[in-house]
């Protein structure tokens, strides 16, 4: 079992910045972890994730350059760094870890078997 929990997000103005962090617990050293995000009417979709080791990283194209994802395998923490917000980020974002084992780093929200709650990023213009 994995147990994800995340925090950070908040109002922000366009422009300005967020960092969201998911504490993990359970079988995360195993997993690849992902960040999705849905806005309100539209569907979930991609929008970072990072490898096991973290040697590997993909980014959707809408925010690649604006933000990273990282993370720390010793305190079982994967970060969101986002930067230059716009009113379009504006979302409830979910951490989720793939732990099937698979050599690829999935975009695909239907390849990942654990998710948190969500926190919500609203970026005001």
């Known amino acids: 079992q994995v147990q994800l929990v995340e925090s950070g997000g908040g109002l922000v103005q366009a422009g300005g910045s967020l960092r969201l962090s998911c504490a993990a617990s359970?079988?995360?050293?195993?997993?690849?972890m992902g960040w999705f995000r849905q806005a309100p009417g539209k569907e979930r979709e991609f929008v970072a994730a990072?490898?096991?080791?973290?040697?590997?990283?993909n980014y959707a194209d809408s925010v690649k350059g604006r933000f990273t994802i990282s993370r720390d395998n010793a305190k079982n923490t994967v970060d969101l760094q986002m930067n230059s917000l716009k009113p379009e980020d504006t979302a409830i974002y979910y951490c989720?870890?793939?732990?099937?084992?698979?050599?690829?780093?999935?975009?695909?929200?239907?390849?990942?078997?654990?998710w948190g709650q969500g926190t919500q990023v609203t970026v005001s213009s």
């Open positions: 989720a870890a793939d732990v099937t084992l698979s050599a690829a780093v999935s975009t695909t929200a239907a390849r990942y078997d654990y």
């Open positions: 990072i490898s096991r080791s973290g040697a590997r990283l």
């Open positions: 359970g079988r995360t050293f195993v997993a690849h």
